[in-house]
């Protein structure tokens, strides 16, 4: 029989469920752009430091590096929305801190889809025929109807 490994670590560092790439999808698929910082054309980088407890719960945030305009709030109401695994660590409470550079970016529009074909023109001339009997007969008299349906 094997006996298991012990870590070579004394504390055991907290993992987000799913890696590296996980939380930046999480981070950016909950982060919103704020209103005034799209008004005022604001894009870059907030750097923010953020501590996790032994349960891993994000518990405090602090911005290092700012925009403004929001950003640097809305960076930190995501930080805290993050849930991390934490190991045991041999029953001493820890509280880890860890840093995030978090881009604010202009929403890119997606441009509109034109508008659908609901209805169809039809147009058509009537000319009334001309008499053989009569030779000096104004010139024919068109009529031209447009309908649109839709």
Do not use: W
């Not at 909950?30 to 996790?52: H, R």
């Amino acid at each position: 029989m094997e006996k298991s490994k012990k870590s070579k670590d004394f504390l055991q560092q907290p993992v987000y469920p799913g890696g590296d790439k996980a939380l930046t999808e999480f981070i950016y698929k909950n982060l919103k752009y704020p209103d005034t910082a799209l008004e005022a054309g604001i894009e870059g980088v907030v750097m923010v430091e953020y501590d996790i407890d032994n349960k891993g719960k994000v518990v405090d945030t602090r911005v290092i590096s700012g925009l403004g305009h929001g950003c640097d709030e809305e960076a930190c109401r995501v930080l805290r929305l993050l849930k991390f695994d934490v190991g045991k660590n041999r029953g001493v409470r820890v509280v880890f801190h860890k840093k995030a550079r978090i881009r604010f970016a202009k929403p890119v529009k997606q441009p509109a889809a034109p508008a659908p074909q609901t209805g169809f023109q039809a147009n058509y001339i009537v000319t009334p025929a001309e008499p053989a009997a009569e030779p000096a007969a104004p010139a024919s008299t068109t009529y031209t109807y447009t309908i649109t349906l839709g």
